[in-house]
């Protein structure tokens, strides 16, 4: 049972245009989401996070979105850059004691075209 | 800065053996975890660790052991080795629970 679900396997976007990545969950326990960035043969490097008490947060080209009442939240960049291709991953925890651990989606892998 | 350090890169092993994944960070972080990718799947958490002499079980922890004897090292053990553990693990680490988590290089593995 994926508790934390990434439906589209890849996206294509154009240069210097907005990319949409998107991330449902089921878990109402969840509080604390973040975004991962993957390139091949590398592990996953932090990218921005949203905690559930806000609805919104950005940084320099990247915005998360959250849709507590939905379950639902989203990744922004604008505008997407070649650099940006890669794969990305939503996470999720619970921020009662014990309970860090992250759940992770399947990914989405993003390409930029030039 | 090293951050979390993982060895070896790669590992073919043959059914049955067993080897030691090692991981290390620098950072004085007290959470440690490891998790396993499979192809076209996310992470799943095989362990982790919230400091030194305590461990848990997460996801996916059949088949897998593993020690926290200092704050800086946590390896993962295979005891004897099978196919289904051909993947590429991740240990990472965080100061505090809920913060993000910083991850090693992983550590490709292959049993044939």
């Known amino acids: 049972d994926q508790q934390v679900k990434q439906n589209s396997p890849s996206l294509s976007v154009q240069e210097g245009r907005i990319s949409i990545l998107n991330c449902d969950y089921t878990n109402s326990m969840f509080d604390y989401f973040l975004w991962y960035k993957k390139y091949p043969a590398e592990g996953p490097t932090f990218l921005i996070s949203?905690?559930?008490?806000?609805d919104k947060n950005e940084d320099g080209r990247f915005t998360v979105f959250l849709n507590k009442s939905a379950k639902h939240l989203s990744l922004h960049i604008v505008p997407s850059q070649p650099g940006d291709s890669a794969v990305y991953f939503c996470a999720a925890s619970g921020s009662g004691a014990g309970s860090y651990q992250l759940t992770f989606g399947k990914g989405t892998k993003l390409s930029v075209i030039p | 800065n090293a951050g979390v350090t993982q060895t070896p890169k790669f590992r073919i092993l043959k059914i049955g053996q067993s080897m030691t994944l090692q991981c290390a960070q620098d950072?004085?972080?007290?959470?440690m975890y490891w998790y396993r990718q499979d192809p076209g799947m996310g992470l799943k958490l095989i362990y982790y660790?919230?400091?030194?002499?305590?461990?848990d079980k997460g996801e996916v922890p059949n088949g897998y052991n593993v020690s926290r004897s200092t704050t800086e090292d946590f390896p993962l053990r295979l005891e004897l080795a099978a196919p289904s553990q051909t993947s590429v693990y991740f240990c990472a680490s965080t100061g505090q629970g809920n913060q993000p988590q910083h991850f090693g290089d992983g550590t490709r593995l292959s049993i044939l």
């Open positions: 949203i905690s559930s008490i806000k």
């Open positions: 950072m004085n972080h007290n959470y």
């Open positions: 660790s919230v400091g030194a002499g305590i461990t």
